[in-house]
């Protein structure tokens, strides 16, 4: 009897301790949610599991809604679903439940979202119009049947500020054509002129445009490019929307075209096209035809690490700006990148707009204005010749893992080295990202940048870029966060985005100067806060 008892003691505590344990464990989860080793703090990423393409983003009621190619049964890609988030200020993200779930059609694979502002989808009610959402069903089923027909597109709506979302029961609303193995990614618009829905479709080496009045029956319209720009790879998630140039104040339609791969540093990367858009047909603008000839691209970003990026739609006329984000990786090493609870993150928002060259028209990109809120502490740096390097560690009094620079440099006439930043930690490990004169180059260099063994594709060398600004002073504006960095050079002329794995934070900090000296004007570094604490 004694014995029983004392067992049945045991058991029981046993129970509670294990109790205790699970616990404490997701107490620990928790706490670890955006504290893990790589997980960046100014960058949307989901609380766990995977995520590729940004999608469906629009602005409404005071909101910015980025929906995301999820999965979240497992951090590998797999059966797609539209995560769900939302901002009031493009920094601060609140993760809200998935939004869109693979159904008997298919996976849901990337599209666009917008608000029917005139009810055309009749989905509307009482005065309140209807959020849209145009997405790829993938079916599975079919392609492993060997049907090419597998890629269809399909619409949801919203009545609720996009907390739920309603599948039509008439999907798809467009068909595959018939055995069109690559038709995917819309990007609705609403084209006011012509007075109908436009959605820009990636269809293998081209583009389509097609035309509805209701986001229910399409006709085609035209076809863009099978003989211009880059084709190293499928075309993917295209954009469509209209800037208005800087100088020139006429307005010019931009087309943005992803591609995987045939990137310019290799794998996934983002090119655009500049032209006239009638409602109907893309016409490229002659000066940017000559630049774009088949099998050469223009990049929205020459890092190795933004793919997928759209823009967000309505936003309203007062604020008037054409916001951009992208995923921030690549399908070379994406899927296998050395992060386990989640995998992989966006980048940040960015402002797009259009400058007349003379080399024709260019896509200059900015870190959104509302990342000015993040700053803390700030350092000032004055006037200064860097020869061999300039530790800034002990100076700053602040640690460069979440940090933003805008520093100022002149070229002297004829300088041939190579400047920039140096992040580096005790391990010996370094990440390096600067210009290199002599090339007329911007680099980025991760080739000792900590865990690399995971794909040989990662960093077989440095990322490089063009300039394209010829001032004889060049910017260098700077984000660095946990895992990644983003130059914004020139004002914007030239950006690059990549991710590093380090097996400790970078917590040191230089500026360096190879093969000859380096003139700073001057500039500032910000600690920059975690969106997430
Ligand atoms: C681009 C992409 C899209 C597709 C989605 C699937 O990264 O391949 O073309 O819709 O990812 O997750």
């Keep these: 009897m004694k014995n029983l008892i004392l067992g049945l003691i045991l058991i029981s505590t046993t129970l509670i301790s294990c109790q205790q344990g699970a616990e404490s464990t997701a107490d620990q989860t928790e706490l670890a949610a955006y504290s893990e080793a790589h997980r960046p703090q100014f960058h949307f990423s989901p609380k766990e599991k995977w995520m590729n393409d940004p999608n469906g983003m629009f602005y409404y009621d005071g909101e910015y809604h980025l929906f995301y190619q999820h999965y979240p049964d497992s951090s590998v890609w797999g059966p797609m679903h539209w995560g769900h988030a939302v901002s009031k200020d493009l920094t601060h993200w609140e993760n809200l439940p998935i939004a869109l779930y693979p159904d008997s059609l298919g996976y849901i694979f990337s599209g666009s979202a917008a608000v029917d502002w005139n009810n055309t989808s009749g989905f509307g009610k009482s005065g309140q119009p209807p959020l849209v959402a145009m997405y790829t069903y993938h079916d599975v089923v079919k392609e492993k049947a060997g049907n090419n027909s597998y890629q269809t597109q399909g619409i949801a709506w919203s009545l609720d500020r996009g907390r739920t979302w309603t599948k039509y029961d008439k999907n798809p609303v467009l068909p595959n054509p018939g055995g069109v193995r690559d038709i995917r990614d819309p990007k609705i618009i609403w084209h006011e002129v012509s007075k109908q829905w436009v959605v820009v479709l990636a269809v293998g080496d081209h583009i389509e445009f097609w035309g509805a009045p209701d986001l229910k029956k399409w006709t085609k319209l035209s076809e863009f490019g099978k003989q211009i720009g880059a084709h190293g790879g499928v075309w993917e998630c295209p954009d469509l929307f209209p800037l208005v140039v800087e100088q020139t104040n006429e307005t010019k339609w931009v087309l943005i075209v992803n591609i995987n791969p045939g990137g310019p540093n290799n794998g996934s990367a983002a090119q655009y096209f500049v032209g006239d858009f009638d409602g109907k047909n893309f016409k490229l603008d002659a000066g940017l035809a000559q630049d774009v000839p088949l099998g050469k691209g223009v990049w929205v970003d020459w890092g190795k690490d933004n793919y997928a990026g759209v823009t967000w739609s309505d936003l309203p006329k007062e604020d008037g700006r054409r916001i951009f984000i992208g995923w921030m990786s690549n399908w070379e090493y994406a899927n296998i990148v050395p992060t386990t609870i989640w995998r992989n993150a966006a980048t940040l928002p960015r402002t797009l707009a259009l400058a007349k060259r003379e080399e024709g028209y260019r896509l200059i990109s900015q870190p959104v204005k509302e990342l000015q809120t993040l700053r803390g502490e700030s350092f000032q740096l004055s006037k200064t010749e860097i020869s061999e390097q300039l530790d800034l560690t002990d100076q700053l009094g602040f640690s460069p893992t979440l940090s933003e620079m805008e520093l100022e440099f002149v070229l002297p006439e004829g300088s041939t080295g190579s400047f920039g930043v140096e992040l580096s930690n005790a391990k010996g490990e370094s990440y390096r990202i600067g210009y290199n004169a002599a090339a007329r180059q911007f680099f980025s260099d991760r080739t000792h940048s900590g865990n690399l063994s995971f794909s040989e594709k990662f960093a077989p060398k440095a990322s490089i870029a ?42 040191q900090v230089k500026l360096f100067a190879d093969g000859g000296k380096a003139e700073l004007a001057g500039g500032k570094v910000y600690q920059l806060k975690s969106i997430w604490k």
Excluded: C
């Design 466 to 507: 063009p300039r394209f600004s010829k001032e004889k002073t060049l910017r260098m504006h700077l984000f660095f966060d946990v895992a990644s960095a983003e130059l914004f050079a020139d004002g914007g002329a030239t950006v690059m985005t990549e991710i590093f794995f380090p097996g400790e934070n970078f917590n």
